[in-house]
């Protein structure tokens, strides 16, 4: 049997690149879909193809940035297919800007659809869900959320929603419906639009090329790679998989930790600025963390104390 026969699912930002990806994988394996994207004509298009290939699809396009919207889009799925299943919080947008050139139109416009976009579909998805006692959600951040020069819009918007996936994950544990996060990483027409902007700044000497380097490393990844990272947490073979984050580079699939408390734990009767100033350059002066996203094994940590 197909993994997701019998399930329905909406698919944000769905008209091209990672969502397209998704949204085929998972009428492969035998889901109903709602495809939803800002952009309506290649969503549409995209809907008659798989409906003309005897897929179960339907277009709900808008921009899930407000509420209203995402409450009727998570609508559309229970009423074409009688009830959801299955929601990925794919949709999204980010700018490559420095600090001296950040704007409050796209800062606001990545918080928006990034972040509230996500929690609006989730909550209106998530209402649905917990009666039932089934489903789930799959919310898309990045390795950003740990910091990321040159994208502290994206990079805050990101963080929200890893905080999202964990306290929807507790809430809605008990009645059985699971909440996880994926970073996927896939050369996109974000990714193409992107590489212009850092090699300006390249050009101008403010970044390194590491940055060039990174996207190259990124040319051979599609976005139908992440696909089977998707139909797995939407499928039953996921039962047991909620609050977690996953982060996929290609070749290798990780799993994220949470942020957490570091030992030693120091105390004092009185904390003055002195010892906190001998706190840090005593004890904890090798376990402050790098920045950026750091990739560690907490055995590891574990092992050291």
Known sequence: MARLEGKSIVVTGAARGLGEAYARAAIAEGAAVVVNDIDAE??????????????????????????DFAEGLIARCVDEFGRIDGLVNNAGVFFIKPIDEQD??????????NLLGQAWCGIHALRRMMPQGSGSIVNTFSGAHAGSALRCAYSSA??????????????????????????????????????????RLHKEGRVSAA????????LGLTPAMNAPMVVFLLSDAAAGINGQALRFTGKELMLL??????????????WTVD???????????????????????????????
């Open 211 to 218: 940055f060039t380097k990174l996207r190259e490393s990124m």
């Open 158 to 199: 990101t963080a929200g929603i890893a905080g999202l996936t964990y306290s929807w994950a507790s809430e809605a544990a008990a009645s059985g419906v699971r909440v996880n996060a994926i970073a996927p990483i896939a050369n996109t027409r974000e990714i193409e639009e992107s590489a212009e902007v850092f090699e």
């Open 275 to 305: 010892r906190i100033e001998a706190a840090f350059a005593g004890p904890w002066q090798d376990k402050l963390l790098p920045l950026g996203l750091a990739e560690f094994d907490m055995t590891l940590v574990k092992a050291a104390g």
């Open 104 to 113: 409050e139109a796209s800062f606001r416009r990545q918080v928006e659809v």
């Open 257 to 270: 930790s949470r942020p957490a408390v570091r030992s030693p734990v120091q105390r004092e009767e009185e």
């Open 42 to 67: 290649p969503a549409d298009a995209l809907v008659a193809e798989l409906r003309g290939a005897g897929g179960r699809v339907v277009a709900h396009n808008g921009d899930v940035s407000t509420w």
